[in-house]
């Protein structure tokens, strides 16, 4: 599906829920630990699929495995680490991105693969 | 800018790399010279030449766009979603979703449609996957792993240029300018001000 343009788009092909394919996430703003929510086992299976947990049988508690994945992303696309899933975490997490995951094999170099300082601030190091 | 685990790049001596197209495809020129434009970005940083070839088979790079599972373990979404995904060197692989709506040359920082993805924001982003570049946290660089719809983001900011030099070292005639510049649409849902990215 290639346009020279964004006008030449047939309606036809344009999605009748133009908000994207995880938007259903949007409605899980709010939810927080020890809580149990339709839709929860979908997210797990989201951060999975990108690298923030680990493959198991995702079920719809947000537990501590949850929790601290939802840190570790938050960490990575330099949003409040709060490890609840408020508006601004969901409306990260809904948008369309590269099919490569952040995490690879459990390590990454983004955010939360760099050392902090103790005060928590990351610290950019590159060899020369 | 961060790395796949053990740091892969392309070998030392390998410094003229070839591309192709999957010919099932049947690309138009237009799409092809937004895959050049892609290269030209990564290329004019580091002393690495890319050259389009016909055969697909021998590429050291190889472009394709598919739909749903297609044999590589990582199935498309449809529209939006996953948008795209490659594979750190020296594998070569890129693949495209071919069920989004890519605009090749026009403004898509114009449209009227949310579902429009911007082609060669997507190429440059992925090519620096093929060249051994993880994701940044930078939100303005272009290996930040979303975009938002109806963004146009084909500059290389100056995390990408680091990274990449640090793989492969600086073009020698690189002047050490890289600017970042993005276009949005009312559209834009990044409510946090910056920019987009994958």
Redesign the interface.
């Known amino acids: 599906?290639?346009?020279?343009?964004?006008?030449?788009?047939p309606r036809s092909?344009?999605?009748t829920n133009?908000?994207?394919?995880?938007d259903a996430f949007k409605n899980l703003t709010g939810c927080h630990a020890g809580e149990n929510v339709d839709g929860l086992a979908n997210l797990k299976n989201y951060l999975h699929y990108?690298g923030y947990i680990d493959k198991n049988n995702f079920t719809d508690e947000f537990d501590d495995n949850l929790k601290s994945a939802i840190k570790t992303y938050q960490l990575?696309?330099?949003?409040n680490t709060t490890g609840e899933l408020d508006?601004?975490t969901l409306?990260?997490i809904v948008?369309?991105?590269?099919?490569?995951a952040?995490i690879?094999?459990g390590?990454?170099?983004?955010?939360s693969?760099k050392k902090t300082t103790s005060s928590g601030i990351h610290i950019h190091a590159?060899?020369h | 800018y961060s790395f796949f685990p053990g740091t892969p790049r392309w070998p030392a001596g390998k410094t003229d790399l070839t591309y192709a197209f999957l010919p099932a495809n049947n690309l138009p020129d237009s799409v092809k010279a937004v895959f050049s434009r892609a290269f030209q970005k990564w290329s004019a940083v580091i002393p690495l030449t890319f050259t389009e070839t016909s055969s697909y088979v021998v590429a050291d790079i190889r472009i394709g766009f598919h739909s749903g599972d297609h044999n590589d373990g990582e199935p498309f979404d449809g529209v939006l979603g996953t948008l795209a995904h490659a594979f750190s060197p020296p594998t070569g692989i890129l693949h495209l979703d071919g069920d989004e709506n890519w605009v090749v040359d026009g403004d898509v920082a114009a449209s009227a449609v949310v579902s429009a993805v911007d082609l060669e924001s997507v190429a440059v982003h992925e090519l620096g996957h093929v060249l051994g570049l993880g994701h940044s946290s930078e939100r303005e660089a272009i290996m930040y792993p979303t975009i938002s719809t109806g963004t146009r983001k084909v500059d290389l900011a100056g995390d990408d240029v680091d990274g990449i030099q640090v793989l492969y070292g600086s073009n020698p005639n690189y002047n050490g300018s890289a600017t970042s510049t993005t276009t949005t649409t009312t559209q834009e849902r990044d409510t946090s001000g910056g920019g987009s990215r994958f």
């Open positions: 599906r290639f346009f020279p343009n964004s006008s030449s788009i092909l344009i999605p133009p908000d994207g394919k995880w990108f990575n696309y330099n949003l508006g601004q409306e990260q948008r369309p991105r590269c099919g490569v952040d690879v094999n390590t990454s170099s983004m955010n693969g590159v060899n």
